[in-house]
């Protein structure tokens, strides 16, 4: 790949040349180098490159090695990957991460991996040692985009995310998301999710956890906590929602996915519904059977903030979902049976 990608650019350079001096060939020993490129172009070029390609290129030489780990070119990248399931959280724990890693020796006496990532923790490790030349801050800084994607990818950084459907779908977590600590498998590109421990019970560790089953928590409220609703004189019939929901107190919380459904009193006729002006709400959970002990919860609007008992679980803090995005989500985690 280095040797196509050198070849790329000594075309151009070539062609560059060309251009410039028309009347008379170019020659290899006449034609532009890569470091004379013009800046711009050199950057189109580099802002094509995969991760990969970066790293292969930026250990040609010390002049293209600060433009190949620039943050600039990497947060492309970052965001390409990682932007649907890098939240607040997870930037708030890196930053955790780097201060108690400052000089990398969590990877001291530890065997490289082999591909991108192998690549670039070489570059870094050779940048701190020093290399024999002066450090450059803009390669070796550990808090870089381009350490951040690094951690990611070789699955040394846990950082929080949420899970929809936990434990492998298990019936019991059908339409539910829960928070998680994950860790990048880039064998399998899958993910491990670390649970919350339930209780006295130890935290429940789930392999193979698909892209398409994460996201970024969409508040910065704890499993353990109480999310204080904003949106409950909001609420109307047919409006999506989802609720915090504990078996226990010992339990932390999990984001499930609910309707507002329409009172006894109401036909559901939408001009002559007036269940929005009543204090008691009505919240469905479709995915159970009509009649189920789960099928649907009665709140109070004005009154609501984390009820229920042993037998029914505790139902807490409401968000209401305003984007068509979330509800395409649910909807194609839908079970393809009605649960009893």
């Not at 172009?41 to 802002?47: G, K, P, Q, T």
């Not at 930037?91 to 991996?113: D, H, M, V, Y």
């Not at 001009?271 to 059977?289: A, G, I, K, N, P």
């Not at 679980?313 to 989500?329: N, P, Q, V, W």
Request: aromatic share 12%; proline share 4%.
């Amino acid at each position: 790949m280095l040797h196509s990608l050198l070849f790329l650019i000594t075309s151009f350079s070539l062609f560059l040349t060309s251009i410039m001096s028309p009347k008379s060939k170019p020659s290899a020993a006449t034609a532009m180098s890569v470091l004379e490129l013009p800046d711009l172009v050199l950057e189109c070029i580099l802002e094509k490159l995969p991760p990969e390609g970066l790293c292969r290129m930026a250990s040609v030489c010390t002049s293209l090695r600060d433009g190949c780990v620039s943050d600039h070119l990497w947060r492309k990248h970052m965001e390409g990957k990682w932007g649907g399931i890098f939240g607040a959280a997870a930037a708030r724990e890196w930053e955790c991460f780097i201060a108690s890693r400052k000089e990398l020796s969590f990877l001291n006496g530890e065997k490289l991996q082999k591909g991108v990532v192998g690549y670039l923790w070489g570059l870094i490790r050779s940048g701190l040692s020093g290399g024999g030349g002066r450090r450059r801050s803009s390669f070796t800084a550990v808090d870089s985009v381009m350490s951040k994607y690094l951690a990611l990818e070789s699955g040394k950084f846990w950082f929080p995310a949420q899970v929809y459907n936990r434990e492998n779908g298990h019936v019991g977590f059908m339409l539910s998301c829960y928070d998680a600590m994950l860790s990048y498998d880039r064998k399998t590109d899958t993910f491990n999710a670390r649970y919350p421990a339930h209780g006295a019970r130890p935290s429940a560790i789930e392999s193979g956890v698909t892209w398409d089953r994460l996201r970024a928590p969409f508040v910065h409220t704890s499993s353990h906590d109480l999310h204080i609703s904003d949106c409950l004189h909001d609420l109307h019939p047919e409006d999506h929602i989802e609720i915090q929901w504990r078996r226990n107190k010992e339990f932390p919380y999990g984001w499930w996915y609910g309707v507002i459904g329409h009172l006894e009193t109401c036909d559901g006729n939408a001009s002559y519904c007036r269940c929005h002006d009543s204090d008691t709400v009505v919240l469905e959970f479709r995915q159970y059977t009509p009649g189920s002990l789960w099928r649907a919860k009665f709140i109070n609007r004005r009154e609501h903030r984390e009820e229920g008992n042993e037998t029914d679980g505790f139902y807490g803090g409401i968000r209401k979902l305003r984007g068509e995005e979330e509800i395409s989500m649910w909807k194609k985690l839908w079970p393809a049976q009605v649960l009893q």
